[in-house]
Nanobody
Framework: QVQLAESGGGLVQPGGSLRLACAAS????????MGWFRQAPGKERKFVAA????????YYTDSVKGRFTISRDSAKNTVYLQMNSLKPEDTAVYYC???????????????????WGQGTQVTVSS
């Protein structure tokens, strides 16, 4: 079973940028499509972005399109989320998840994921 560990969260001013990283270990990275979700206080966990095992054909929720970019580095077994033009409403705990690569059609659904990281806090505030 794959294990995931996020890093890169922090406090940033509105309009700023952050890059989150999620390092995978314990299984073959190319067996998995990867996704990012976020959870604000008192809210349910929601889909942000996903990337298939090949890296081609990424998928975003509408509120982050044009601002966030998901990518993966197979040599480092790591998936990234580059976040630009951050807004206060982006404040949340961000989680990366791994899903079997043949389930990518369902990347927006939490139940598709078989492993999660511990989460990293992103706070956007002046």
């Amino acid at each position: 079973q794959v294990q995931l560990a996020e890093s890169g969260g922090g406090l940033v001013q509105p309009g700023g940028s952050l890059r989150l990283a999620c390092a995978a270990s314990g299984d073959t990275f190319s067996n998995y499509a990867m996704g990012w979700f976020r959870q604000a206080p008192g809210k349910e966990r929601k889909f942000v972005a996903a990337i298939p095992w090949s890296g081609a054909g990424t998928y975003y929720t509408d509120s982050v399109k044009g601002r966030f970019t998901i990518s993966r580095d197979s040599a480092k077994n790591t998936v990234y989320l580059q976040m630009n033009s951050l807004k206060p409403e982006d404040t949340a705990v961000y989680y990366c998840g791994a899903m079997p690569k043949d389930k990518y059609y369902y990347a927006g659904q939490i139940k598709s994921y078989v492993a999660w990281g511990q989460g990293t806090q992103v706070t956007v505030s002046s």
